[in-house]
């Protein structure tokens, strides 16, 4: 799984002596390296497998501190409400998630994470950090500060112009990165 640091920095691929690489090259290479770590990840997670799906559902219960209607998870997943219904049915059956009906509006129901769907959130971030790290110990230590410093910059700048991130990479924001 893991590799010995490489000495010098690799040419991506497609870029020739001295010239910068492509659009198509960094989406590339940013797409392999996300395929390595869901790699790493389902390697570590085994048995307890938690489709991607689920843990974006999942992720976006924790990080509103409660309970939310299935259009407003529709909305911070940006896929329709009847994919969202599918995504919660199939997490109610795992146990992940538990509906109720929404007190201020009978029509309406409320998702909320359950105990089981908090634990199985936290062990798939151990694992899929733990992934990540394996991988990153193929780089030196400069290289790996130089990475996460480079990719830092690159996530930071949005459409807006304003180095903001931009509304959607705000809200999709979490504890860390999240292939898959």
């Known amino acids: 799984m893991s ?11 497609g870029a020739g002596a001295g010239e910068p690489p492509s659009g198509a090259d960094f989406l590339g290479v940013l797409h392999a390296a996300l ?6 990840t389902q390697d570590r ?5 938690v489709a991607p799906g689920q843990v974006r559902l999942l992720r976006v219960l924790a990080r509103s501190g409660g309970e939310l209607r299935p259009s407003s998870i529709a909305d ?16 109610e059956r ?7 009906p929404d007190r201020s509006d009978r029509r309406a ?18 694992l899929r950090a733990s992934g990540a790290d394996g ?7 400069h290289e790996q500060r130089t990475l996460v410093a480079l990719l830092a910059r690159v996530a930071d700048t949005g459409t807006d112009g304003t180095g903001s ?8 924001r979490t504890d860390g990165p999240h292939p898959g």
């Open 3 to 13: 590799q010995p640091p490489v000495d010098g920095p690799a040419e991506p691929p």
């Open 94 to 100: 795992d146990g992940l998630v538990v509906r109720r």
């Open 135 to 141: 991988l990153l110990h193929r780089l030196a230590p």
């Open 35 to 40: 395929r390595a770590v869901r790699r790493e």
């Open 76 to 91: 911070a997943l940006d896929v329709s409400p009847r994919s969202v219904t599918s995504k919660v049915d199939a997490a």
């Open 45 to 49: 997670l085994g048995a307890d497998v």
């Open 165 to 172: 991130g931009g509304a959607r990479s705000a809200a999709c």
């Open 109 to 126: 129901t409320l998702v909320g994470l359950t105990d089981v769907g908090r634990a199985a959130l936290d062990r798939f971030g151990a």
